[in-house]
């Protein structure tokens, strides 16, 4: 079993930047892979970016590419998601989860945390 805890979310004008921190705990993410999912209110949830955790491998969505980077501390199991010139339509929920694919299908992934809310006000 796999527990990831989410942090870093908050409120933050227009342009502004943000870093999610998603650590987890029960097991090594050695061989598996890490991505990010946001949901907005009234929206369905959507793949934001995902890294192997093995080789740092990374793959964006086209609205995020350029603006988010993500990035990993093995020593401590989390991985980090700086987000730089927020947009409002950039407020959800994100959230991390871990499976044993890089994708952008939800589906993919085993294991999620409970989310952190991200809030872009223009």
């Known amino acids: 079993q796999v527990q990831l805890v989410e942090s870093g979310g908050g409120l933050v004008q227009a342009g502004g930047s943000l870093r999610l921190s998603c650590a987890a705990s029960?097991?090594?993410?050695?061989?598996?892979?890490m991505g990010w999912f946001r949901q907005a209110p009234g929206k369905e949830r959507e793949f934001v970016a995902a890294?192997?955790?093995?080789?740092?491998?990374?793959n964006y969505a086209d609205s995020v590419k350029g603006r988010f980077t993500l990035s990993r501390d093995n020593a401590k199991n989390t991985v980090y998601l700086q987000m730089n010139s927020l947009k409002p339509e950039d407020t959800a929920v994100y959230y991390c989860?871990?499976?044993?694919?890089?994708?952008?299908?939800?589906?993919?992934?085993?294991?999620w945390g409970q989310g952190t809310q991200v809030t872009v006000s223009s």
């Open positions: 029960g097991r090594t993410l050695s061989g598996y892979a």
């Open positions: 989860a871990t499976g044993r694919l890089i994708s952008d299908y939800d589906a993919t992934y085993m294991y």
């Open positions: 890294i192997s955790w093995s080789f740092g491998h990374t």
